[in-house]
Antibody, heavy 120, light 108 residues
């Protein structure tokens, strides 16, 4: 299984950050798995952003819930992330990952991550 | 939110040594839903242990996890050169799931 994040590496403050994760070597429609986004800001710990099931159910970290949308495109085997009203605090490496069994569980496969810098 | 504390922040060790890393939770982790990950610079985290003590697929048996409640440990019985990395714990027993700050193993 491989996961590959893609999207702009730079976002301006107050704009919307949009990323896509393409999954290969397995189907995101597999009933045993959820799919999630995690970020890693410089000098800070990993932070779970949210998760989605292939049927469209979504679950978000309350700290980001008002600004986050995660969606799944089963036809393209992709998961997407949108984060609105970004600030410098949203500068981070964003990873997508497969989650085993539930919306909040351990991550058994990760993408390499993509760095997004928020700067004017 | 459950806060995880990992100690120490950095450890300087030599290949061949045994090491035990600590992860402490601010409250008891439901069902011992605690995982450990290894991360090398510029790479994705790699799942080592889940449910506190179950090794993930393909993980060498020199890695072992133990603990329950609020105190968990990851032990590497004999350090190999590729084991020098950052190790994170994650709890998924309480929502929102959360991660520890990491312990860095460096070569002495």
């Amino acid at each position: 299984l491989q996961l590959q994040e893609s999207g702009p590496g730079l976002a301006k403050p107050s704009e919307t950050l949009s990323l896509t994760c393409t999954v290969s070597g397995g189907s995101i429609s597999h009933s045993d798995y959820y799919w999630g986004w995690i970020r890693q800001s410089p000098g800070k710990r990993l932070e779970w952003i949210g998760s989605s099931y292939y049927r469209g159910f979504t679950y978000y970290n309350p700290s980001l819930e008002s600004r986050v949308t995660i969606s799944v495109d089963t036809s393209k085997n992709q998961i997407s992330l949108k984060l609105t009203s970004v600030t410098a605090a949203d500068t981070a490496v964003y990873h997508c990952a497969r989650i085993v069994g539930d919306s909040e569980s351990y991550f058994d496969s990760w993408g390499q991550g993509t760095l997004v810098t928020v700067s004017s | 939110e459950v806060v995880l504390t990992q100690s120490p922040g950095t450890l300087s060790l030599s290949p061949g040594q045994r090491v035990t890393l600590s992860c402490r939770a601010s409250q008891s982790v439901n069902n011992n839903y605690l995982a450990w990950y290894q991360q090398n610079p510029g790479q994705a985290p790699r799942l080592l242990i889940y449910e506190a003590s179950t090794r993930a697929t393909g993980i060498p048996d020199r890695f072992s996890g133990s603990g329950s409640g609020t105190d968990f440990t990851l032990t590497i019985s004999r350090l190999e050169p590729e084991d020098f990395a950052v190790y994170y714990c994650q709890q998924y027993g309480w929502s929102p799931q959360s991660f520890g700050p990491g312990t860095k193993l460096e070569i002495k």
